[in-house]
């Protein structure tokens, strides 16, 4: 990691925080290029931003149905991901971002999606509020998403983690992705090694996505703080 460089700034609110971030993000992206676009309210404010470049891209590839809609109504084409073979930045949030640049992610229930437009991107760009700067992942409740028929087999293998995982539930009843999936929010976990983790978490049946982001890291976290925007590098 090399050291953080700071800009100024008076002291914001989380959500003046939010499109202090969202608008520091534009230098990432490139005139001519294909943006991929993340989910959250941090990114809707990236999003917003981006409406004044919109006559320099070719356009985004979405990470949700929410952004792919927010996206539209600016007037930015969205892509289908099967369209495009690489993009060069992926501009998303984070629940969790540890100092190497690891994540858990999928606060909004967008993980699979967001993971597959992180793979599909040389450069994530994570942009955060300063409280999502963590020493060890695993405080926010880590989000998994799987297929309804492993749900109990699943929460009995983090049980035997010592983890709780508890179906994340919409107006009373299962939250449904838009992937037609289940989300498992689990609390009582430490990640030490990220990597190791999501390897593992990975290979059970029935889970569709680990919300670590480990092996899709961020290369560069824009964190807002009560001193402005600080560049971290990974
Ligand atoms: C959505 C995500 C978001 O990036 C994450 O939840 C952060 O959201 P916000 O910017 O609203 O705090 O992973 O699935």
Redesign the pocket.
């Known amino acids: 990691m090399t050291h953080p460089q700071t800009t100024s700034a008076a002291t914001l609110s989380q959500d003046e925080l ?1 499109t202090l971030v969202g608008q520091a993000a534009l230098q990432y992206v490139l005139p001519g290029e294909i943006i991929g676009v ?8 990236f999003i917003d931003a981006l409406a004044s470049m919109k006559g320099q891209i070719q356009g985004a590839v979405s ?2 149905v929410v952004s792919t809609e927010r996206l539209q109504a600016l007037g930015i084409t969205v892509f289908d991901c099967n369209d495009v073979l690489e993009l060069a930045v992926y501009i ?4 969790e971002i540890n100092p190497q640049g690891h ?9 699979t999606r ?1 993971k597959i437009v992180a793979a599909q991107s040389r450069q994530f760009v ?4 300063e409280s ?1 700067l963590v020493q060890t992942l695993g405080k926010f409740p880590l ?1 998994v998403e799987v297929i309804p028929m492993a749900v109990h087999r699943i929460q009995r293998q983090f049980a035997a983690m010592g983890a709780q995982a508890v179906v994340r539930l919409k107006n009373g009843v299962p939250l449904v992705t838009d992937n037609g999936q289940q989300i498992l929010d689990v609390t009582g976990l430490q990640i030490a090694d990220p990597l190791a983790f999501e390897a593992q978490v990975s290979q059970w049946p029935g889970v569709v996505t680990v ?1 670590v982001f480990a092996f899709q890291k961020a290369q560069v976290c824009l964190l807002g703080s009560a001193t402005g925007v600080r560049t971290m590098t990974f």
Not at 92 to 95: C, H, L, R, S, Y
Request: proline share 3%; charged share 25%; net charge neutral.
């Open positions: 939010k993340g989910t959250g309210s941090t990114v809707n404010k990470s949700s998303d949030g984070a629940d994540m858990v992610k999928g606060g909004g229930a967008a993980l967001e994570c942009i955060a509020d999502k989000p919300g």
